[in-house]
């Protein structure tokens, strides 16, 4: 059976800039009022950054099919165009690399 989440170690502080980055990330990208499928992942999106900022430490539990969307969710917010800071960037991708642990 194929594996539907991954597992990324990280802690709050990590967890809460990686929400920052994809609710920035959804406005820009998916805002309000689009199609139906574009609003399904608006919300899908919206429900992992929740997910985030509620994270203590350890591992964090993401949907794996998210992943080309948290990246780029990531790539784009610490980019030299994005709002985030560009140094905090590199961090982030590599926790979202696919080395990360999958749990069922």
């Known amino acids: 059976m194929k594996k539907r989440t991954l597992c990324i170690d990280c802690d709050s502080a990590t967890a809460r800039q990686l929400a920052e980055a ?3 990330y959804v406005h820009a990208a ?3 009022g689009g199609s139906a499928c574009t609003q ?3 919300e ?7 997910l985030c900022e509620s994270h203590a430490d350890g591992g964090l539990i993401l949907r794996k099919r998210q992943l080309p969307m948290l990246r780029a969710a990531v ?3 610490f980019s030299v ?3 985030g800071n560009v140094e ?3 961090h982030l991708e ?4 696919v080395d990360n642990k999958s749990t069922a």
């Open 40 to 42: 399904v992942a608006r």
């Open 81 to 83: 165009e994005g709002p």
């Open 44 to 50: 899908t999106l919206l429900g992992s950054a929740a």
């Open 30 to 32: 998916y805002p309000e």
């Open 94 to 97: 590599t926790r979202l690399g």
């Open 22 to 24: 994809i609710r920035a």
């Open 75 to 77: 790539r784009w917010y």
């Open 88 to 90: 905090l960037g590199p």
